[in-house]
């Protein structure tokens, strides 16, 4: 039987199961333009690494070398891949490097399919506490083709699933917790399709707006004061002020 890569593995259903791992400096608020940021825009830029692994009994292998797996980088494009898609408020930045992927082919005919995904995500924040609100950001996943009777996407690990990497650099934007749940069903004129939801929630760096924001900003409210104390002459010193 010749493998036709356009078509998913004959199985009743196939499961995608999705894993996380945040990269190091890949986490910070983004700002309008240059190095200036803007702190009161609740949105943040978040690179990961998005793990999916699947089974297709078409794959297997029968192999006595020493190698674990097959490096399938350079054949993605005779595999079947899945067509996930994010639903989300935000938008993708370009990879930096051509090839952002990897694809490894085991034995027993499990795929693992790994890529870099560098996203700038709308958050929801409440501005009316600014800067002492936890901006929450949210987005899904689920496939564009496929319905949940034929593909069902689940998280590898419950407890687990999104990691982050132990150098993680930010700046001025914390991740304090997630949640990696499935989506609330709901019924869609398209169809019914397996649909996996990952909530971020940041916190901010309330002593660098205690240093830049609040304590300039008293010092020179309470120095304009002074100038109720000056005699109405003394323009050099009102000028000063």
């Given at each position: 039987m010749r493998f036709k890569m356009y078509i998913r593995t004959d199985q009743r259903w196939l499961v995608l199961r999705f894993d996380?791992?945040?990269r190091a400096e890949d986490l910070r608020q983004s700002g309008q333009s240059?190095?200036?940021l803007n702190f009161s825009?609740?949105?943040y830029e978040v690179e990961f690494l998005l793990q999916q692994q699947w089974f297709d009994p078409r794959l297997r292998y029968n192999n006595q070398s020493n190698y674990d797996f097959l490096n399938a980088i350079h054949h993605h494009d005779k595999v079947w891949l899945p067509d996930t898609y994010f639903i989300?408020?935000?938008d993708f930045k370009d990879p930096l490097i051509p090839v952002h992927f990897a694809l490894r082919i085991y034995r027993n005919g499990t795929v693992n399919y790994l890529m870099r995904?560098?996203?700038i995500l709308s958050c929801q924040g409440h501005l009316h506490i600014f800067p002492f609100d936890d901006p929450t950001c949210s987005?899904?996943?689920e496939s564009i083709s496929y319905e949940q009777s034929a593909i069902r996407y689940v998280w590898k690990n419950d407890e687990d699933t999104l990691r982050k990497s132990p150098s993680l650099s930010t700046l001025n934007a914390y991740l304090i917790s997630n949640h990696t749940i499935p989506c609330p069903f709901t019924a869609y004129w398209r169809g019914n399709y397996s649909c996996l939801k990952v909530e971020l929630i940041f916190t901010r760096d309330r002593s660098f707006y205690f240093t830049t924001v609040f304590i300039p900003g008293i010092i020179l409210v309470?120095?304009?004061f002074i100038t109720f104390w000056l005699e109405w002459n003394a323009v050099p010193a009102?000028?000063?002020i």
């Open positions: 996380w791992f945040l240059g190095d200036k825009q609740t949105k989300m408020h935000g995904r560098h996203l987005f899904a996943m309470t120095s304009s009102r000028v000063m």
